[in-house]
């Protein structure tokens, strides 16, 4: 089974950036793509991003395509980023990484890191 642990999040301004981070460990092998997710109080989960680990290829929601990138550290190739530009108050969420992509139906999850973006 895999464990993901994210980190990164914070108080940020509106326009500001964020760069999240997600560490995989345990059986990491089987594992075809990686994915965030945000949780905003009161709104249901939304898929963000996410990456093939087998070929790097990329797909993102409307909300964030042009703002955010996923990345995998190729130098460790079991941590993932979530770079998050142009940040607004409506971003303002936990955010998670899975496996697989999207927001239901995921193997695992990590517990979150919080961003909050002022007005």
């Known amino acids: 089974q895999v464990q993901l642990v994210e980190s990164g999040g914070g108080l940020v301004q509106a326009g500001g950036s964020l760069r999240l981070s997600c560490a995989a460990s345990g059986v990491t092998r089987d594992v075809y793509a990686i994915g965030w997710f945000r949780q905003a109080p009161g709104k249901e989960r939304e898929g963000l991003a996410c990456i093939s680990t087998s070929d790097g290829r990329t797909y993102y929601a409307d909300s964030v395509k042009g703002r955010f990138t996923i990345s995998r550290d190729n130098a460790k190739n079991t941590v993932y980023y979530l770079e998050m530009n142009n940040l607004k108050p409506d971003d303002t969420a936990v955010y998670h990484c899975?496996?697989?992509?999207?927001?239901?139906?995921?193997?695992?999850w990590g517990q979150g890191t919080l961003v909050t973006v002022s007005s």
């Open positions: 899975a496996t697989p992509c999207g927001s239901e139906n995921l193997d695992a």
